[in-house]
């Protein structure tokens, strides 16, 4: 899945972004989950970089997640998009609970500082 992902992120331009800042956020224009994710970053002191992606992104995003789970034969229940999708050092961390889950489990501050995002 994580391939697929950026393939389309590759397609949408946002490599040189993904790699070129410690944190990055991409999502939905407008969505309140942006900023859920970005205030809990600024809280310990990491000011991700906010990129929102259009509305047919992200109809790509969900047909290829599900086309994914298609070809791997698990067609049962079809997914909704991974928005936000949090990137930190340059690697998919993954959406907001992924990052609620590392930070819960004390994981995120260490990643933080080693993608040099935080100097605690």
């Known amino acids: 899945m994580e391939q697929l992902l950026m393939i389309a992120i590759k397609e949408e331009g946002l490599i040189p ?11 939905r224009r407008g969505c309140d989950m942006n900023f859920v994710a970005q205030r809990l970053l600024e809280r310990l ?7 929102e992606v259009s509305e047919e992104f992200v109809t790509r995003m969900t047909l290829m997640r599900n086309l994914g789970r298609t070809l791997r034969g698990d067609s049962k229940t079809l997914v909704a998009p991974l928005f936000p999708m949090i990137f930190i050092g340059g ?6 609970d992924q990052l609620i889950d590392i930070h ?3 994981k995120l501050i260490p990643m933080l500082k080693e993608a040099y995002a935080i100097w605690l």
């Open 91 to 96: 690697k998919l961390v993954g959406g907001l």
């Open 17 to 27: 972004i993904v790699e070129g800042s410690m944190v990055v956020i991409v999502g």
């Open 104 to 106: 819960v489990t004390g």
């Open 45 to 51: 002191k990491a000011y991700p970089t906010i990129y």
